[in-house]
Every structure is written in C-alpha cells, then in structure tokens.
C-alpha cells in the first residue's frame, strides 16, 4: 500500500538567525535550501511515485537552481515499509555528503598554510561540528484508498512527536576550556588562540592576516559552522572573493547609488570617483569591502559602505584603532576622507541616507488551504504555486534594488531600499495573492500574504533589526492580508503603522494610497515637518483622558488650519485638513501623525535617488 514519507530538515531559525553579518545570514538560509533541494531530488531518483513538497522538482538549468525551498520534504512511494525505512536513510547519507562537499573546501581554504597539532585538532572539531550540524527526522504513514487526508494528519502529529522526543547525547566536537563561538555561544571556536594572542614560539596575526586567513577580527571566535557561513557561496561562484553578499551600509546607500548612476557621465562625479579610488588603494582593509557580482557603472563593485565617512577609518585601521581614529585621522585615512567629501559633494549631497528596510513576509490561511486540499494531486498543484511563487520573489526583490536572503514556499526575508520598499511589498502581496488564488480554505478564504518592514539604522546589530521585522509580520499577522511597518529611529520610539492590502474598510483599504500620497505631498512641501511632533502632546493627553477627545480632535485640526494660514512658510496643507475632518477618533491623529513621520524619511530617501538634473527637469 502507499506510503507517506515526511521529513523535516533543521534546525532552522536558530540555524539561519545566528549570524553577525548579511553573508552568515544569508549563507546560512541558502545551505537549508540546498540540503533540502538534495533531499527532495534523492527521494525522486529512488522511486518516489509523488513528490508533494517541494513543487518543480522536475525543473533543471537555472529555474531551478535559482528557487529556495523550505525544510519540509513530503514524498508518497509505493513500497513495503522497510524499503521506505532504506530510502529514508539514503537521502538523509545523501543530505549528509552534500553538506561535506560543500564544507570540504571551504575548511581546506581556511586551513591551507597552517601547520601544528592545535590545527590539526581545530580542523577535527570543525569537520564534526559541521557533520552534527543538520537534524534529520522522519516519518512514514501507510494509507489505503482515499486515506490520504487521514495519512497527512497522522503524519504531522507523528512528526511532532520525533521532534519532541529527540534524544540528546555529548556532542563528539565538544571541547573543555575552548572559547566559543561570537555567532551563538554555543560551539566551540575553531581559530586557535594562539592566532589571537601569540604563543608556541610565535607572535599573533596581524588582524589584516586574521581576515585573510579566517575571515575575522580580532574580537571575533568562529565554529566550524561560523566559518562555513563567514567563507560560503554558492559553488559556482568560487571562493575567490571576500563577500557574497553586501551589507546592510550597501542597501542604505543604494537610493545614492541610483543618483550616480544617472550622473555616471558627469566629469565632476568621474574625476572625483577616481580620486577617491587612488586614496582606496592604499588602504589595508579596502579589499572587505568589494563584492562578488557588483558591476556599479561608478563604483565598480565596491560595497556601498565606503560612502559613509563614519567607516572609512575602517578600511584603515585595525580594531581598537578604529575607535581611537574617529575623527582624529592622519595621512591616508585623512586624504580618503577628503576625497570621499569631493565625491559626495559632486553628487550633490553630505552624506548616503543611513536607513533602509528588511522584508519579512509569511503567508495567511495557508495551513488551512493545504489541510483543505485532500488528495496528493491537489497538494502537488498548491506546492507548485507556492513554488511559482518563490520563484518570482528573487525577480522581484532584485527589481526594486533589493537582496533576496530567503524565500521558501511562502516565507520571504529580503533587504530593501527605503525608496523601493513600499512598492515591492505590494508587488509581492500581489504576486502571491494571484499564484495562491485558486486554492482555499474550508471556509472559502483564499492565502493571502502578510508583510512586516523593520526600517532601521545600517549600523544597528542585524539581530535586533531581523527581532524588529518579525515584530512588524505579527503586526501585520493580527488582522491578516496586511503591510505593517516599524521605523526605529536611532535616538527615539519606535514608530508603527499597518493597514490592510484590501478590505471593506474605506479607512484600511485606502491605507497604502493614502501613505504614497504623503510621501507625495512632503516632496511638493505641503506637510509641515514640526505637525506630528506638535500633535504628540494631544495624543498623550487623549490616552490619559478619553473625555477629552473631542477637544483634542478640534485642536489638532486648529494646528493643521493654522499652518495652512496665507502666511510666510505657509503650507498647503489641505489634503491633512480634509482627513481629519471625517475623523474623531484621537487614535486615527496618532496613526496619521506616524503615518507623516514615515512618509517623511521614505521621501528623503526619494530625494537622494534623483540626480540634480531630474529633479529640476520635475519641477
């Protein structure tokens, strides 16, 4: 009789989340992937009659190479029990010799030149920390006739029992005494010490050398599965370069990089871009910031970190001197500054826009659409929707200017612009609204999909940036088929604001226009900067004293009238007005007050991507 076969593949947040750096996350997110894909295509070689999960297993070249997929694996054979059993055990030796193959390089690079048994022994630990990295865990159903349903339920529920009985045992890479890893404390590092501080009959590397070699600072300690992140890459890229993938700096400065683009011919910006590139040269840590598949017509492919003045230093001294040579700069590091104001000022601005955007999307109903689907025809059909649709996020995201890390059936998580990331979430809420709509729920609700934006500083840890995103999905989660957005501005609370993609609410269905429209009217100048503050006072006073609402409303729209006065530095604040006037609610004025405030830094960032030229012609 048919079997069901369910595997799960892990660990998996804890796994992609431990990262210090845009290329640990987002190595870590594409080695899952690949495992999975290796999973998946080991069962379909050793005759699986269905494979449910993940969809367009059948695509070759670069489709699907391309495409992410998540950790669940579901296949139907029709085989005994024991030959299930043998099966399951292939794939998991298979997912175990994919991940060896890609370590396996990755461990020789880093390890290449060394010598001595403390490497030998780090090298060790290494190779077993990696081997004992992945959880695989699995279950097989038996089902008859149209037990398919029942099958998948029990599955599921066997499943979760695997997982929760797991057996725990001393892992064989652990070592006592040993510093641990800076990624997530919980292995052990495999740099030995004496790299760090000196000993056995040699001085400490150079901090330039530590990154050479291991790709670290000196404050930094790396596992083997550190090291697998900091060094990985897709294969076919090589290991020839120092990032993947770009930083958290480049994406803040992309509406930047936009206005050079479009002033790429201009001789002011190319003579000071040179300057400034003969200044890079003599830095020692220049080569961090370059980037494997960058081609900027101005920039070449040089991380857009190097835009930012606060960092130059760091492409010229080494640890603690960073600190010591903020602001107090000499030779080198001075002339780059200098020429970095050249180029800046060419450009026509002081400084990149130091903000932008992480994406973090999760589909609605779409536990309830798969149970609601009852034979494995149904569920291949809604696996290769959700795969269409993963399929077209990278597109996407890269169409907006942004850098996809994940995007697994229907989980998303890209960095963005700011000046884009309004537009892309659309898109993908439509994009997976039409890929999902022939499938629903036993109530008749199609999937819809949920968007939670984290805007931040490009220097605030990574961690608390991803926390703050995926406090926007719950957000955006709470009413379901919505965008939330949360800006934390360096220095103050943290603003939120949500509203519906659709909805029989005039109110949220107008949310996403009403919000473009904002950014608009700041552009035109017709949205006094000080009003939101102004108002700040009236919304405390309405959430300490709800009797008092009705005053509150009439004195913020008094504010509004009186900017709108025929005064000098008078606005046209007509469009404010005419809101507030169908509202009586104190917590609409807060929610359009966050709205302003938002709308505000999203227009700078607009401003910033226009060349002088453009703007002008605009106007």
């Not at 987002?26 to 009659?49: H, I, M, P, R």
């Not at 695509?59 to 579901?74: P, Y």
């Not at 910006?269 to 101005?298: I, Y």
């Not at 040089?302 to 960073?322: H, K, M, N, T």
């Amino acid at each position: 009789m048919p079997q069901l076969l369910t595997i799960s593949i892990g660990p998996v947040q804890e796994f992609i989340a431990s990262a210090r750096r845009c290329q640990d996350l987002w190595y870590g997110s594409w080695l899952l992937s690949e495992l999975s894909k290796t999973v998946a295509g080991n069962l379909q070689a050793n005759g699986a009659q269905a494979v449910i999960f993940p969809g367009g297993l059948a695509e070759a070249g670069a489709e699907r190479k391309d495409s992410s997929v998540a950790n669940k694996v579901m296949a139907v054979f029709n085989l005994e029990e024991a030959l299930v059993r043998r099966v399951a055990e292939g794939a998991q030796e298979a997912m175990k010799a994919q991940l060896k193959a890609l370590a396996e390089p990755i461990l020789c690079s880093v390890y290449r030149g060394l010598g001595g048994d403390d490497v030998d022994e780090a090298r060790k630990v290494a190779e077993a920390q990696i081997q004992d990295l992945m959880e695989f865990q699995w279950v097989a159903v038996a089902y008859e006739g149209n037990g398919y349903p029942a099958a998948r339920d029990k599955a599921e529920r066997l499943l979760m029992a695997v997982k929760n009985t797991k057996p725990w045992t001393q892992p064989s890479w652990s070592r006592a005494g040993w510093r641990k890893s800076s990624l997530d404390g919980v292995r052990e590092s495999v740099i030995p010490e004496r790299f760090f501080e000196g000993g056995a009959g040699r001085g400490p590397m150079t901090e330039e050398d530590l990154y050479r070699q291991f790709r670290v600072r000196k404050s930094e300690r790396l596992c083997g599965v550190g090291l697998l992140k900091r060094w990985g890459s897709d294969p076919e890229a090589g290991l020839d370069k120092p990032n993947q993938f770009h930083s958290t700096s480049h994406m803040a400065a992309k509406p930047l990089l936009e206005r050079a683009s479009a002033m790429k011919d201009d001789g002011l910006v190319r003579a000071a871009w040179g300057d400034f590139l003969e200044c890079l040269k003599t830095a020692p840590f220049q080569g961090r910031n370059r980037v494997a598949g960058l081609d900027h017509p101005v920039f070449q492919d040089y991380d857009g970190s190097i835009l930012f003045p606060s960092r130059i230093p760091e492409l010229f001294f080494a640890g603690e001197d960073v600190r010591k040579a903020q602001g107090i700069t000499v030779g080198n590091c001075e002339r780059a500054q200098a020429a970095l104001r050249a180029l800046l000022k060419a450009l026509g601005v002081s400084e990149p826009n130091p903000y932008y955007a992480l994406l973090l999307a999760d589909g609605d109903h779409m536990g309830a659409a798969i149970d609601n689907q009852g034979t494995v025809e149904q569920h291949q059909a809604i696996s290769m929707a959700l795969d269409g649709f993963a399929k077209g996020v990278r597109a996407t995201v890269r169409k907006h200017g942004g850098s996809l890390i994940y995007s697994g059936g229907d989980d998303v998580l890209a960095m963005l612009p700011l000046h884009t990331c309004l537009a892309c979430s659309e898109e993908l809420a439509q994009d997976f609204a039409r890929q999902l709509s022939p499938y629903h729920t036993a109530g008749g609700n199609s999937p819809t999909l949920s968007v939670g934006l984290a805007i931040a500083h490009h220097l605030e840890g990574f961690a608390d940036v991803r926390a703050w995103a995926g406090q926007a999905e719950k957000l955006a989660k709470y009413k379901r088929n919505s965008l939330a957005i949360r800006l934390e501005k360096r220095g103050g609370s943290p603003i939120e604001v949500t509203g519906t993609w659709t909805s029989n609410d005039a109110r949220e269905s107008l949310f996403l226009p009403r919000l473009r429209d904002w950014v608009d009217r700041h552009q035109a100048g017709e949205v006094p900067n000080k009003l939101p503050f102004q108002w700040a006072g009236l919304i405390r006073l309405a959430r300490d004293n709800p009797a008092m609402n009705p005053i509150v409303m009439m004195d913020a729209k008094r504010l509004v009238s009186r900017k709108g006065k025929d005064q000098a530095g008078s606005k046209d604040v007509g469009a404010i007005g005419t809101y507030l006037e169908i509202q009586s609610d104190p917590e609409v004025l807060e929610s359009l007050s966050n709205e302003l405030v938002l709308a505000k830094e999203i227009e700078r960032a607009l401003r910033q991507a226009e060349a002088p030229h453009v703007m002008q012609e605009a106007r």
